[in-house]
């Protein structure tokens, strides 16, 4: 079975730039997640999703930043402007129930 | 917000020698999960843990759920160069759904 599929895997873009990420969940996982590791921070949770629906965004860290989810095989996390700081890997993962997450490959981005 | 103290935060041992890592935490979980992650790649789900007290095995690996929910550890036994990452737990808390708490981490590194 395909896992959890990011593209791109690598990504520079200039500051300013609008940047999209996108992700396939595994078929059938109702919750899909958005995340972002640093060094400094570790991994940190952006958004989630069940069914679809955003639950919980509070970990999106400003309004630069936005997720959708138009239906249950596809997702994007879209930066717009970005900003050197949100150079970082992010991360996708979906789960079935919320408990055990599977996750993507990431996505690796570099802001210059 | 919520933190898990992950110890150590390094390791570097000789192959065949057993690993022994935890994360503890002032709150309660619901969940313990351990994952590992190498370079390049997403974290990839290793045990779940459910109950106080459960203690589960993956092949070499051993995890335990602490009895008062606020602590959970990770065992490798007879380490091999392949089981070199870091090595993250993540815990849901009581009463949250979704929103995963991840420690910084600990590497290990094994010496052939």
């Known amino acids: 079975d395909a896992g959890v599929i990011q593209s791109p895997r690598h990504e520079v873009t200039e500051m300013g730039q609008e940047v999209t990420l996108r992700c396939k969940p595994i078929?059938?996982?109702?919750?899909l997640f958005w995340y972002r590791q640093t060094m400094m921070r570790g991994l940190e949770l952006l958004i989630y999703?069940?069914?679809?629906?955003?639950?919980?965004d509070s970990g999106m860290p400003e309004d630069r930043f936005s997720a959708k989810m138009p239906n249950a095989s596809f997702s994007t996390l879209k930066i717009q402007p970005s900003e050197p700081r949100d150079s970082a890997v992010y991360f996708c993962?979906?789960?079935?129930?919320?408990?055990?997450?599977?996750f993507g490959p990431g996505t690796r981005l570099t802001v210059l | 917000g919520q933190q898990l103290n992950q110890s150590p935060q390094s390791m570097f041992i000789q192959e065949g020698e057993d690993v022994s890592m935890n994360c503890t935490s002032s709150?309660?979980?619901?969940?313990w999960l351990w994952y590992k992650q190498e370079p390049g790649e997403g974290p990839v789900l290793l045990i779940a843990l459910y109950k106080a007290g459960e203690l589960t095995s993956n092949g070499r690996l051993t995890a335990q759920f602490g009895i008062t929910r606020k602590d959970s550890f990770l065992n490798i036994s007879a380490s091999i160069p392949s089981d070199v990452g870091i090595y993250f737990c993540?815990?849901?808390?009581?009463?949250?759904?979704?929103?995963?708490?991840f420690g910084k981490g600990t590497k290990l590194s094994v010496k052939p």
């Open positions: 078929s059938g996982h109702d919750y």
């Open positions: 993540a815990g849901q808390l009581r009463g949250s759904q979704g929103n995963l708490i």
């Open positions: 709150s309660i979980f619901n969940t």
């Open positions: 999703f069940n069914n679809n629906v955003p639950i919980d």
């Open positions: 993962a979906s789960s079935l129930d919320y408990n055990e997450q599977f």
